[in-house]
């Protein structure tokens, strides 16, 4: 499925062309309702009115999950031998220690950031988040070039600078207004946290492809790694942030279904990802962050009497844009244009890689994401499970 994506269409090759055109709409359907569903399920549960629930216990929980989900795959790897799995375990995470100790760093800032996108979701309007989150992308490319040495399209520079552009917009139409806001939401802390959030996913999930790429760990055994960090440090971070009040008013002090939702979202969402997005390719992936975004905005409107003035339209249209263009592969720009000077012409599709440039990649911004390619963030999320 790492085939170029034609732009004129057409019938496939051989007869399973169809199942996996099939295949990549579901992944693209799966991919939007995950990213959409996390962000306005998180601003949904933090504006009930009553009791609210502690947000590092939601985080703990998620790591919890996932990590059990980890754990039971792995035991189906070893096709129900519990002495196999145990041995397997003690090997790579105790014997292999300095390997599993690398995965601090990661577990450390997914952490952090999951922490931050409840305070930013609580702060923002779950459409201005959505915009604005887009980021990650700027993020993540700008890692993959310190760290990695990668190297980006004319058209992928352009596509970050009106990201920028765009968020910049969107930011300027909240700090002027854009509707009622409730008394305890604070545009400010909300853009700094989601900020910082897009900082630590960019180098979390750069971090973390240098880790799956040099070592010979399972993505699950690497989750399930970053699960037990991730549950030793959000309990820590909950000791810091909320002990007192955990304490007294309980663990699950709060929890509604809908919470329970969240969490559920969170823990199995990006492994869900995880599986569907290697039948993607990287327009489905530009184009599911992009419904997605205006899938929140849509919801927004309905759900919390979010405005859309035409300062917001603008920069939501210009970051979907840029998701867009920043998804297309290396020559994509010189296709496109070929293609619109040629609309006439008939004949096969060709789209062919310039000689002696690798295959157009993607990479996760975040944890939810186990795809290794590079420059793309997930959509996910993750948020870390998003």
């Not at 269409?9 to 991919?31: C, F, P, Q």
């Not at 990650?136 to 190297?151: D, W």
């Not at 603008?314 to 994509?332: D, F």
Request: with cysteine; proline share 5%.
């Amino acid at each position: 499925m790492d085939r170029p994506v034609c732009v004129t269409g057409g019938r496939g090759e051989d007869g399973t062309d169809h199942s996996h055109r099939r295949l990549k709409y579901i992944s693209l359907a799966v991919l939007v309702v995950q990213n959409a569903s996390l962000i306005l399920s998180i601003r949904y549960t933090r504006t009930l009115p009553g009791d609210r629930f502690f947000a590092t216990t939601a985080v703990v929980m998620a790591e919890v999950l996932k990590g059990l989900t980890c754990l039971l795959l792995l035991f189906a790897q070893k096709r129900g031998n519990v002495k196999h799995l145990v041995l397997f375990l003690h090997e790579a995470v105790l014997v292999q220690y300095v390997d599993t100790l690398k995965l601090a760093v990661p577990s450390l800032i997914y952490t952090l950031q999951n922490n931050l996108q409840y305070v930013a979701i609580s702060n923002l309007p779950a459409a201005t988040f959505q915009v604005t989150y887009q980021l990650k992308i700027l993020t993540t490319a700008l890692f993959s070039v310190l760290m990695l040495n990668r190297s980006l399209s004319r058209l992928q520079w352009v596509s970050l600078l009106l990201l920028f552009t765009g968020v910049a917009i969107v930011q300027a139409q909240q700090a002027g207004g854009g509707g009622p806001r409730p008394l305890d939401q604070n545009p400010g802390v909300g853009l700094a946290a989601v900020v910082a959030s897009c900082l630590s996913s960019g180098f979390a999930g750069v971090y973390f492809e240098k880790i799956l790429k040099g070592s010979s760990g399972s993505v699950w055994l690497r989750n399930l790694q970053l699960g037990l960090f991730g549950t030793a440090l959000g309990l820590v971070g909950l000791w810091w942030a909320e002990g007192t009040a955990v304490a007294h008013h309980g663990f699950f002090f709060g929890y509604t279904p809908a919470v329970w939702g969240v969490v559920l979202n969170q823990a199995f969402g990006g492994l869900l990802v995880a599986v569907v997005v290697k039948y993607a390719d990287n327009i489905l992936k530009g184009f599911a962050t992009s419904l997605s975004i205006v899938l929140s905005t849509v919801a927004s409107i309905r759900l919390f009497g979010f405005h859309v003035d035409p300062l917001f339209a603008l920069g939501a249209g210009l970051v979907i844009g840029a998701v867009y263009l920043y998804s297309l592969p290396r020559g994509a720009a010189k296709a496109i244009a070929s293609a619109s000077t040629s609309a006439s012409a008939s004949g096969p599709c060709t789209h062919q890689q310039p000689p002696g440039q690798p295959p157009p990649s993607q990479l996760s911004s975040h944890r939810g994401d186990l795809s290794t390619q590079p420059f793309l963030p997930k959509l996910l999320t993750k948020v870390k499970g998003s």
